[in-house]
């Protein structure tokens, strides 16, 4: 038999790495059984945490959260959604009908393939195969995550442009260039990652964080990945794709029923996915917390790692909720120039810096010569910030005295601004004004009596 008909060997020949042989093995059964796991995990997480976003916040602002339907409210998320369901599919008039069927389906299937490269778990007993919790992985797995991240913005441009509505087009624009914004933000945070990892395979990664976490020793890089994941998900503070007070209901306001489900799963599911790369990059992904792994040797063996990353997960997706109910939406200004002027020139770097520090210990170099590179490195940063919270401040000032100026001109001129005011000397209603000056001119009753 051939190496190609020999499904072992066809497994090795695909993996370029040594932690690749364990995928392309299974039986298309246990393959089924993962992918059917992965879409309904996704499912119970897309209703559980719309009940969380209520709850939580209900508790934060000192109100009840959905508490009719079900023990403790926990079947309001189902039952709006087969509410959603089952209300009528209007499609207006002049649509692209096309691409505004196809644009939700776009926004809500690439989020679904982010996971497959998701690890969960090692290697498991699976109804008696060995198996790892997970559906796949790739050499390139991470670029992956980026590129479905990158194809979702589609659905959502492609949905605002087919409404035929000035609103769901500028919703559409705007999620877009905030797309493209913070996720050149996270493929920088990514950066890190792989020069500390040696591997663009997410098991890789897990493996690599045995020592320790990439969140303590790339701690930069995890913040900023917090906040670009919030807005890579458009959830608040970062929602400007569908601010009320300026374009209604965003890209989605053309659209009900089904199709306004498939738009809203897709917000759901993205934010579990980059919850779930945020476990998987920087806090370790299924591997025990350093303190359990001290005092007990199985905490990683067996389906006990499961259990970590759960954990892990949920504090993340808990994160989502303080944010939005601590944090007020931001101007769209703000949300730009956030991500070119602040999250990107900081990554640059730090990325620098941090190959710079990554090639010196390669090399072998004593520990002198890279603590001062981290000295200039932290030496010219306190410089930079520096330098920039004095131009700040210069700016601040002429800007005051810009104003106060302006303010002294309208004070001055009674005429500034194109609408007359009456001076302070004018007479007014209440004062005694002498007779003479109440007289009319001469000049006045001539004009009147040859009129």
């Known amino acids: 038999m051939s190496n190609a008909a020999d499904p072992v060997n066809a497994g090795l020949l695909l993996a370029d790495e040594p932690g690749l042989s364990a995928f392309g093995t299974d039986p298309w059964w246990i393959t089924l059984i993962k992918a059917l796991g992965i879409f309904v995990f996704l499912m119970v997480c897309v209703l559980m945490m719309i009940m969380a976003d209520r709850k939580v916040m209900g508790r934060m602002q000192q109100r009840h959260g959905p508490n009719r339907l079900g023990p403790w409210g926990l079947l309001q998320s189902l039952a709006d959604g087969v509410k959603l369901s089952l209300k009528e599919d209007v499609i207006p008039r ?6 505004y069927i196809a644009a939700p389906m776009i926004a809500a299937v690439p989020a679904f393939l982010a996971f497959s490269v998701i690890p969960v778990g090692p290697e498991v007993n699976l109804f008696g195969v060995m198996t790892p919790l997970q559906l796949t992985d790739l050499p390139i797995a991470a670029l992956l995550v980026l590129a479905t991240a990158s194809i979702g913005v589609y659905g959502i441009v492609l949905g605002g442009w087919a409404s035929q509505s000035p609103y769901a ?76 007070g300026e374009i209604v209901g965003g890209f989605m306001t053309e659209y009900g029923s089904m199709k306004f489900t498939m738009f809203f799963l897709a917000e759901y599911v993205n934010m579990v996915t980059v919850s779930a790369v945020s476990v998987t990059f920087f806090l370790g992904g299924y591997l025990a917390p ?10 990683n063996e067996g389906w006990w790692p499961a259990l970590w990353w759960l954990l892990k997960f949920m504090g993340v997706m808990f994160l989502f909720i303080w944010v939005r109910g601590s944090v007020p939406r931001i101007r769209y200004d703000q949300l730009m120039a956030l991500g070119w002027k602040v999250l990107i020139p900081v990554q640059l770097v730090w990325i620098t810096a941090l190959a710079a520090i990554r090639i010196l210990t390669n090399e072998g170099a004593p520990a002198v010569v890279i603590g001062g590179v981290v000295a200039v490195f932290v030496a010219v940063v306190i410089a930079s910030l520096y ?22 001109r309208m004070r001055d001129d009674p005429m500034y601004g194109g609408f007359p005011v009456p001076p302070m000397t004018a007479p007014h209603y209440g004062t005694s004004v002498p007779a003479e000056d109440l007289t009319p001119p001469a000049s006045t009753d001539k004009e009147v009596t040859g009129a």
Request: no cysteine.
């Open 94 to 99: 002049g649509v692209d009908r096309f691409v």
């Open 169 to 244: 087009l500028l919703g559409g624009l705007r999620a877009s260039a905030q797309v493209i914004s913070y996720e050149i933000a996270m493929g920088l945070s990514f950066v890190a990652v792989f020069m500390y990892s040696g591997t663009l395979t997410t098991s890789g990664i897990v493996d690599a964080q045995r020592p320790i976490w990439f969140a303590i020793i790339l701690f930069p890089s995890f913040l900023i990945y917090l906040v670009t994941m919030i807005g890579e998900t458009n959830r608040l503070p970062f929602d400007l794709a569908e601010g009320e």
């Open 290 to 299: 350093p303190p359990i792994t001290t005092f007990w040797a199985g905490a």
């Open 387 to 408: 330098a920039w919270g004095r131009s700040v401040k210069r700016r601040r000032a002429a800007e005051a005295a810009e104003r106060a100026e302006e303010r002294k």
